[in-house]
């Protein structure tokens, strides 16, 4: 490996370090020492939608669940994915269209776009945050109550699926749910946050803890507290989602990759 693709990987990192300390001293957005900004300046947001169009969108994943769950007393297979799936891809839908409806699409009011250094801020960012989240879920599993999962493996205890189902979860749990959670979390909750003109650091803080919070899982609230710091650091950075959403991704690979062992079999729950 070149010298230079080091530089870009761990590069990130640094900047991280510096950002907090500076973000202390002199305020987010003024130029680091060398001239350098390493937390993003919060954008004057113009569009029309606030924190009502984040609690909407999380009604929807709320109200989806509670239907379907209602709906399927016996889940097979099929129904099982469905109750894991539809809810969120209808949440990060409706995040979408309220920018579409309300504001100036994804792009601008997220920061949904495809930008090298920010790949390579998410991946420095969720490559640290995989193993803090690691040893945070050791120590977890460790001092937990014995029983005590997540909503995704306790639906899935016990259930062994085909192949082709157990690859489509995985890749959901791995990609998809954390684009739709960020479309949510530090897409639309972010931005009401910060048209409320609230400081970045407030806006972190809070969008982490309503993160943890809303997953509806009581005995696993710190872990999630420890798992979204390093994602929504990546948003703060970058001023944008894609960071963090990479950042989402890179942290679930290793939940998702035990979820498709488990559910084939080939690793005991």
């Known amino acids: 490996m070149s010298a230079d ?60 669940s509670v239907v379907l769950a209602a709906a399927f007393g016996a889940p097979g297979v099929w129904s099982i994915v469905l109750m ?13 269209l309220i920018t579409v409806v309300r504001g100036n699409g994804p792009v601008q009011d997220f920061g ?6 920010d790949v390579r801020t998410g991946l420095a960012i969720g490559g640290v945050g995989l193993v803090t989240t690691t040893i945070a879920t050791m120590l977890w ?14 639906v899935l205890d016990g259930v062994r699926l085909p192949p082709v189902v157990a690859v489509l979860l995985f ?13 949510l979390y530090r897409g639309l909750l972010w931005g009401a946050m910060e048209r409320l003109r609230w400081s970045q650091l407030n806006v972190f803080v809070l969008s982490t803890a309503v993160f943890a919070i809303g997953h509806l899982e009581p ?16 948003r703060m950075v970058t ?15 290793l939940p998702a990759l035990g979820l498709l062992l488990v559910s084939l079999g080939l690793m005991p729950t």
Not at 219 to 234: D, F
């Open 219 to 234: 005995a696993r609230t710190w872990l999630l507290l420890v798992i979204t710091i390093p994602i929504g650091l990546a």
């Open 5 to 64: 693709i080091v530089t870009r990987v761990v590069d990130p990192l640094f900047g991280i370090t510096e950002a907090l300390v500076h973000t202390q001293e002199s305020g987010v957005g003024d130029p680091a020492p060398g001239g350098r900004t390493w937390v993003a300046d919060p954008p004057v947001r113009t569009h029309r939608w606030g924190l009502g169009a984040f609690f909407f969108a999380e009604a929807v994943f709320v109200l989806t």
């Open 171 to 183: 890749l959901h749990v791995w990609l998809v749910a954390p684009l739709c959670e960020e479309l």
């Open 141 to 154: 599993t460790h001092w937990a109550e014995p029983g005590q999962t997540s909503t995704v493996s306790s």
């Open 239 to 253: 001023g944008r989602l894609t960071a963090s959403v990479i950042a989402h991704q890179i942290n679930n690979f």
């Open 84 to 96: 894991l799936v539809l809810p969120t891809l209808l949440a990060g839908g409706v995040a979408v």
């Open 112 to 117: 949904l776009e495809w930008r090298w250094s």
